[in-house]
Structure formats: structure tokens, C-alpha cells
């Protein structure tokens, strides 16, 4: 006689056991890492296909026009091809699914198949360095370091836009936890996954290079013998190289071309070569980060930069990866504060090392007196920051505010007049594109600010009915430079204060907010605000006048 079949609770409780005892065992992780993918993924297309971070725009291009194995060129070496690739190939992955094709046939839908890409890359990226903070020190530390990244701003934000950031800090948290697999047991298995994850990050971004020495210096303090130091140096480079070649095939097919981008990308980093989007930064030192990481990481800027240089001045501790990655932190800043180009997202590896040892600094602090209201004060004033950032991304982006006004309140056929480099509102939307408006774009960079460009900025002023400034950017870069653009800051002031003859009718904005509290960050580094919750401000004709010229 057969044997009774297992009742279906039997099957129920074998599968929910494991999961029951995960809960139990990592409840607090998994509510840190929920709340952060909570803050990456909700409303991930919210500009509506707006494609205004010109870095997505790019990667996205260059992933439709790559045909595999046909056609590998994306059309660039701004970035390697990982980036391209992979998107190209999960858009495809996804377009099986019935009526899913415009996931990988149109821009809008691969954009936002590369945004779920990324805010899943980010998500992923907080239980990880949970796993490296236990590693280096104790689970508590761990827990720490995962939150203060989970709620920092910035790794929210670049989780929401499909550019190599979140790819980047992936790969090296994988590339931290090879380390320090490495450290404890030096075999062929670590050495081969550190030089695969190297070879990744450079398949990413040619900055990557920046990280080689983490990895490096780990063989070269490990390893006893000479002649195993180079056996191991030998396949971890011959690891990072396939690697590098696998994922980015046309950076090596494209040889001499990746060798002029990279150097043309060189001098513009540097500042040898100015271009009108990096104007910003003239006359700008190094001190010009402290602002924008306080904005970008809020508290965390202050205390991971204290946690860092406190475990270096009196670390007890002899392991060696904490002293590896505090080093190469500092050694990073002052690399940035060396750098013309100050792009605030340059900084976003430091954010994995500035929640690692501020997780330290707090973890330790608290075991003196008052240490845990401190611990208490530091991971709340995190939270309630980054909450402030919700909001923005909640509501509708404000372009398509703008978009939605302009329609209704400026007539068909009016004249606007709108900078160059500041391409935010889309005119292609449906509420605009049937309005018959024209567009007169000036380039207020332009140089020499003298008596030519005035009178072609009058004329331009003289048949515009509106003026669209979709984002203050150009107007603080030239009042911040006055010297160099007094022409061009007469016009701003005039227009601020109605001397030049328009008078403001709208102004939509998209600020942090907790309740009534409201952090207005127009005077940030543009790329913090302008992609995702620029202020856009609409101004009426009434009469032009000239501070040159006269009014007309």
C-alpha cells in the first residue's frame, strides 16, 4: 500500500521556513535595503520620457544603434562599452515579453529599462556594503554603513537616471569584497574575481583606472616571494584585460579612436580645453566640493570625512583593507580638488567609503558617554535629509509643469527666447508641438562679452515676446563671473529686476522638502538640480530695453 502523500502544509512550511528565519536573522537589513529601493524606484519615468540627462541620452543612443554582432560601435568613447551593451542586451531580454517590443525599439523605452537597471544596481549595492562593513569590522558597522548609503541623495539620484554611477559603485563593492576575499585567502579564484570586477570597471568608465591601486597594492602587501607577487600580478592584469576586452570589444576594435577621446577627455578634466558646458567652473578651487558634497551627501559628507581621517590618525587596528581604502579616499579627494572639472557626480565612488567609516566613526563613538545620542542624532539628521528628496521625485518633473502652463497661457505663434546649453522643456511634447511657437536660442557663453554680442542679444530680444530661462544655470554661471561677462550680467539683472522690460508670469520649482522646511538649491553644482528638479522661470514682454541701447 502506497504511503500517505505529505499534506500541503508540509510543502508550505518547507519553503516559508527559510524565508521566516532570513526575516528573523536580517529583518533590519531588509527594512534598510526596502526603504532604499523605495527611494530608487518609485515613479522612475517621471519626466515622462523627457531624456534630459544628456549622459543617458548618449548611452541610450549609442545601445539603439549597436547590432550584435553586426555593429558594435555605439558611436563613442565618452564612456566603454559596458554600459551600452548591457542595456542593449536587457532591452532585448525584455522585448520578448508580449507587446513589449518599445522596450527595446524607442529611446523612451530603453531609457526607462536602463533607469529599472540602475535603481536595481543601486538597491543591490546597500546589502552589499552591509557585507563589506561586517567583514572589515562587526555586523553593527555594516548595518550602519547600509543605511547612511540607502538614504544618501546623491545615490538616490543617480539610481534614477541610467549613466555609469551605479553600475560603477556596483562593481566596486564587488571589486572590495574580491579584496578582501583575497587578504584572508590568496588563491587563483580571488585573483581571478578581482581581475574580472578591475577589467568590468574599466569596461565602464576610463576612470576606473583610479581603482586599480586598491586591488594592486592588496597583491603586492599579501603575497610574500617576489616571484609570486608578479605570478599574481601577471593573471590578475591578464584577468582585468579579457575582461575589459569581453565587455567593451570596440574600445580595443576602435584603438586609435579610444586613444584621442580618452586624450581630448584628459584636457577637458583638466581644464586645458574649455567648453561652454564646463564654464561653471572657472575660477572655482578645490574648496568648491565642500558645498556641493553637503548637498549631494548631505551629513554624511561631514562625518565619513571624520571617520576617515580620525581611523588614520588613530587606527588600533591592523587589517589591512580599511587602511588601503582610507588612504586611496584621501588620496581621491585631493585629486578632485586638482581637477578643473568638478562634475559633482565625480565624487559618488567616495560615497561607499564615506558610509564605511563614518558607520566606524558612530559605531565606536557610541560606546562613550552620550555616544548613542549621537549615533541616534547623525542617522536621523541622514534620513530626514534624504527623505527631503522624495518629494522631487514623487511629483511630476517641472518641465512637464512648465510644458502643461505654457501651452495654456502663451498664445500660438509667440516667440520665445531661450539659452543655449539649458534644454529643458520639450517642444516636441504634444501640448506644445501643435502650438506653432518659435524659438530664438541665444549662447550667452559666447566671448568676447562686448558691443556685438549685446546688439545681437537686443535684436533677439526685440521679437521675443517670452523669455524661458529653463534652469538658473547660465544666469549663476555669468553672475558669478562678472569680469569675464559684464555685458551678459547686465542682462540678467535687468531682466531680475524688470529694468529690461519683461516682467515674470511663472516660475515652476521642484525643491528638497520636508513639511513647511524647504532647502532651495538653485546655487548647487548645476548637474545636481538641473536633470531632475531644475526651477524654470517664464518672463513676459511689456517693452525691451537695453542697458546699453535703451528701451525700445
Given at each position: 500500500m502506497p504511503a500517505n502523500p505529505p499534506a500541503p502544509h508540509y510543502f508550505l512550511h518547507a519553503i516559508l521556513s527559510p524565508v521566516i528565519r532570513c526575516f528573523k536573522t536580517h529583518w533590519v537589513?531588509?527594512?534598510?535595503?526596502?526603504?532604499?529601493?523605495?527611494?530608487?524606484?518609485?515613479?522612475?519615468?517621471?519626466?515622462?520620457?523627457?531624456?534630459?540627462?544628456?549622459?543617458?541620452?548618449?548611452?541610450?543612443?549609442?545601445?539603439?544603434?549597436?547590432?550584435?554582432?553586426?555593429?558594435?560601435?555605439?558611436?563613442?568613447?565618452?564612456?566603454?562599452?559596458?554600459?551600452?551593451?548591457?542595456?542593449?542586451?536587457?532591452?532585448?531580454?525584455?522585448?520578448?515579453?508580449?507587446?513589449?517590443?518599445?522596450?527595446?525599439?524607442?529611446?523612451?523605452?530603453?531609457?526607462?529599462?536602463?533607469?529599472?537597471?540602475?535603481?536595481?544596481?543601486?538597491?543591490?549595492?546597500?546589502?552589499?556594503?552591509?557585507?563589506?562593513?561586517k567583514q572589515l569590522w562587526k555586523k553593527e558597522t555594516g548595518l550602519i554603513a547600509a543605511f547612511l548609503f540607502a538614504v544618501t541623495p546623491m545615490s538616490a539620484q543617480l539610481a534614477r537616471f541610467y549613466t555609469t554611477e551605479s553600475i560603477l559603485i556596483f562593481l566596486l563593492l564587488i571589486l572590495l569584497t574580491a579584496t578582501i576575499r583575497y587578504i584572508k585567502k590568496p588563491d587563483v579564484f580571488a585573483l581571478s574575481w578581482m581581475g574580472i570586477t578591475s577589467g568590468l570597471l574599466l569596461a565602464t568608465k576610463n576612470t576606473s583606472y583610479m581603482f586599480l591601486p586598491i586591488p594592486g597594492i592588496a597583491i603586492l602587501l599579501t603575497t610574500k616571494r617576489t616571484a609570486s607577487v608578479i605570478r599574481a600580478a601577471a593573471l590578475w592584469s591578464i584577468a582585468c584585460v579579457a575582461s575589459f576586452f569581453v565587455a567593451s570589444p570596440y574600445s580595443f576594435i576602435d584603438w586609435p579612436g579610444y586613444i584621442d577621446r580618452s586624450q581630448y577627455l584628459a584636457a577637458v578634466v583638466s581644464g586645458r580645453l574649455l567648453m561652454d558646458w564646463t564654464m561653471q567652473f572657472q575660477d572655482t578651487n578645490g574648496f568648491w566640493w565642500v558645498k556641493n558634497l553637503l548637498y549631494a551627501f548631505g551629513p554624511l559628507a561631514a562625518f565619513g570625512t571624520i571617520g576617515i581621517l580620525g581611523f588614520l590618525l588613530h587606527r588600533k587596528s591592523r587589517t589591512m583593507l580599511p587602511v588601503i581604502a582610507a588612504l586611496w579616499s584621501v588620496g581621491f579627494i585631493v585629486f578632485l580638488a586638482c581637477t578643473y572639472l568638478k562634475f559633482t557626480r565625480y565624487a559618488s565612488p567616495l560615497m561607499p567609503f564615506f558610509a564605511l567609516f563614518a558607520?566606524?566613526?558612530?559605531?565606536?563613538?557610541?560606546?562613550?558617554?552620550?555616544?548613542?545620542?549621537?549615533?541616534?542624532?547623525?542617522?536621523?539628521?541622514?534620513?530626514?535629509?534624504?527623505?527631503?528628496?522624495?518629494?522631487?521625485?514623487?511629483?511630476?518633473?517641472?518641465?512637464?509643469?512648465?510644458?502643461?502652463?505654457?501651452?495654456?497661457?502663451?498664445?500660438?505663434?509667440?516667440?520665445?527666447?531661450?539659452?543655449?546649453?539649458?534644454?529643458?522643456?520639450?517642444?516636441?511634447?504634444?501640448?506644445?508641438?501643435?502650438?506653432?511657437?518659435?524659438?530664438?536660442?541665444?549662447?550667452?557663453?559666447?566671448?568676447?562679452?562686448?558691443?556685438?554680442?549685446?546688439d545681437n542679444l537686443y535684436k533677439a530680444l526685440a521679437q521675443s515676446d517670452y523669455i524661458l530661462l529653463e534652469s538658473p544655470k547660465v544666469k549663476n554661471t555669468i553672475l558669478r563671473q562678472q569680469d569675464r561677462y559684464p555685458n551678459a550680467s547686465a542682462f540678467y539683472k535687468s531682466l531680475t529686476s524688470g529694468a529690461l522690460g519683461f516682467t515674470k508670469v511663472a516660475e515652476f520649482s521642484s525643491y528638497p522638502r520636508l513639511g513647511a522646511f524647504t532647502i532651495p538649491d538653485d546655487d548647487a553644482e548645476e548637474t545636481l538640480t538641473v536633470f531632475d528638479h531644475p526651477t524654470i522661470t517664464l518672463y513676459k514682454r511689456q517693452h525691451v530695453c537695453s542697458p546699453v541701447l535703451g528701451c525700445n
Open positions: 537589513l531588509l527594512t534598510i535595503t526596502v526603504a532604499g529601493a523605495l527611494l530608487r524606484f518609485t515613479n522612475l519615468n517621471w519626466d515622462l520620457g523627457g531624456r534630459l540627462h544628456p549622459d543617458e541620452a548618449l548611452i541610450v543612443n549609442g545601445a539603439m544603434a549597436v547590432r550584435f554582432f553586426s555593429h558594435l560601435s555605439p558611436g563613442f568613447h565618452d564612456y566603454n562599452g559596458l554600459s551600452v551593451y548591457l542595456l542593449k542586451l536587457v532591452s532585448l531580454g525584455v522585448s520578448l515579453l508580449p507587446n513589449a517590443s518599445r522596450w527595446a525599439t524607442t529611446p523612451e523605452g530603453m531609457t526607462v529599462v536602463g533607469r529599472y537597471m540602475s535603481a536595481l544596481l543601486s538597491a543591490v549595492s546597500v546589502p552589499l556594503l552591509y557585507i563589506i562593513g558607520a566606524k566613526l558612530l559605531w565606536d563613538i557610541q560606546k562613550i558617554r552620550a555616544g548613542r545620542i549621537i549615533l541616534i542624532a547623525a542617522t536621523l539628521s541622514q534620513l530626514l535629509y534624504g527623505s527631503m528628496f522624495f518629494p522631487v521625485y514623487a511629483s511630476s518633473h517641472t518641465s512637464l509643469r512648465a510644458a502643461d502652463w505654457i501651452g495654456k497661457n502663451v498664445p500660438s505663434g509667440s516667440v520665445l527666447l531661450t539659452e543655449e546649453w539649458n534644454g529643458i522643456v520639450r517642444f516636441s511634447r504634444p501640448e506644445l508641438k501643435n502650438r506653432g511657437y518659435r524659438i530664438v536660442t541665444v549662447n550667452m557663453y559666447t566671448l568676447p562679452d562686448g558691443q556685438t554680442k549685446t
